[in-house]
Nanobody
Framework: QVQLVESGGGLVQAGGSLRLSCAASGSIFRINTMGWYRQAPGKQRELVARITSGGSTNYADSVKGRFTISTDNAKNTVYLQMSSLKPEDTAVYYC?????????WGQGTQVTVSS
């Protein structure tokens, strides 16, 4: 089992920045990818950014150039630095870990961007 604890959400004005953190604990060996997804009201959950164990990253087109995903392996933590935030970035953001064939999810953290 992998436990994920997220932090860093909140309310910010358009154009502002936030950094989300997700600390992983438990059976954290053989993790394939760590990432962030988001879900806005009435919409499906979507991938925001993902990083592999080898350091490769991919981003949703809507956040490229504005968001950066990174990890601190010593702390088993994945970060999402979000800049130039837009009202359409408002959503619940979920941390995700893929370990083997199993997905693990955090509890979600609300990000609200006011115009």
């Amino acid at each position: 089992q992998v436990q994920l604890v997220e932090s860093g959400g909140g309310l910010v004005q358009a154009g502002g920045s936030l950094r989300l953190s997700c600390a992983a604990s438990g059976s954290i060996f053989r993790i394939n990818t760590m990432g962030w997804y988001r879900q806005a009201p009435g919409k499906q959950r979507e991938l925001v950014a993902r990083i592999t164990s080898g350091g490769s990253t991919n981003y949703a087109d809507s956040v490229k150039g504005r968001f950066t995903i990174s990890t601190d392996n010593a702390k088993n933590t994945v970060y999402l630095q979000m800049s130039s935030l837009k009202p359409e970035d408002t959503a619940v953001y979920y941390c995700n870990v893929l370990r083997g064939l199993t997905n693990y999810w955090g509890q979600g953290t609300q990000v609200t961007v006011s115009s």
